[in-house]
């Protein structure tokens, strides 16, 4: 067993518990880390690695809101399916939440499995991810611009429509395209454009990562044709502990931080990076 691959590992593990859920874009600096701290293992094991680590973040979201995301159990049921019996067990609410998300889920998904590996081969890689910093930084400034002073329309999950969770849907698709886009930034920026509050597009994100992000790792396990040595479990199994530790404090943080603050300092960070990124790779590189 190979204690560098390891400590490795619990580095980029918390590389994702801070950059999955800050509107920066974890796979983007999963492939920008990679460049300077590169794990010994396969190209393909890598890929892999670097959605499959996601994982242990998206069990920071179940464990920090699991009583908002689980649909079942009579106490505190304010909207039961029926007063007595089954029904009253069943949270009505929660449900409709969850079709939301279903339904924000469907471009994402319906894309991903038709091109999801054209993508990769496309778009993978540290030029593509320094341009989408820049882009939806600049996004980040101009729609925080145009929002400020504005009265959002939409204060709690339950007032989200259906249409509002499909527009939310196409904007997280291009973050599934384009790597450095950040799929909560690119969410975040497409609610607060239809009238979302900060608060409730933050949290509408969190649940939304998690049936894509399961469903994006289950697709890759299953298509990653390498068996798994004990040191490979081994790395995964790190980075997803170290990637739910730290996010359970990374999402905390952004709770409190939007009741006070926009997004503008993570859009100039995104440009700022995107820059260096841009400058290291065609003069250093």
């Known amino acids: 067993m190979d204690f560098i691959e390891i400590l490795k590992s619990a580095i980029l593990g918390i590389v994702e518990g801070i950059t ?29 690695f670097d959605v ?18 689980f649909p ?20 009505t609410d929660i449900f409709q939440m969850w079709f939301k998300v279903l339904v924000a889920c469907v471009p994402a998904a319906v894309i991903g499995l038709l091109f999801d590996e054209k993508f990769n081969e496309l778009f993978y890689n540290p030029w593509t991810v320094a341009i989408a910093l820049i882009v939806f930084g600049i996004a980040f400034i101009i729609v925080e611009n145009w929002n400020k002073g504005r009265t959002p329309k ?12 499909l527009i939310i849907g196409v904007f ?5 395209i384009f790597p450095g ?18 608060t409730v597009a933050a949290e509408f994100t969190f649940y939304l990562a998690v049936p894509v992000m399961f469903g994006a790792s289950l697709l890759k396990i ?4 390498g068996g798994f040595t004990n040191q490979q479990i081994m790395i995964l199994v790190t980075g997803m502990v170290i990637a739910f530790v ?29 820059a260096l990124v841009l400058l290291y790779f065609a003069f250093v590189k």
């Open 20 to 48: 999955e859920w800050l509107p920066i874009s974890s796979t983007g600096h999963l492939i920008l880390v990679d460049e300077f701290l590169k794990l010994n293992e396969t190209d393909d094991f890598k890929e892999m």
């Open 52 to 69: 499959v680590i996601q994982l242990g973040a998206i069990m920071a979201v179940v464990l920090i809101f699991w009583k908002k995301l």
């Open 72 to 91: 079942f159990g009579k106490k505190n049921n304010a909207h039961p399916l029926n007063k007595d019996g089954f029904g009253a067990y069943i949270k």
């Open 154 to 165: 939409v204060n709690t999950i339950d007032e989200l429509t259906y249409k509002m969770a």
């Open 172 to 176: 997280q698709l291009i973050a599934a």
């Open 181 to 198: 886009t950040s799929r909560s930034g690119a969410t975040i920026v497409g609610a607060l454009l239809i009238g979302i509050s900060r």
């Open 222 to 225: 299953i298509r990653y044709d």
């Open 246 to 274: 730290v996010s359970i404090f990374v999402i905390k943080f952004l709770m409190d931080y939007i009741k006070k603050h926009d997004f503008k300092a993570f859009g100039w960070y995104r440009i700022v990076l995107g």
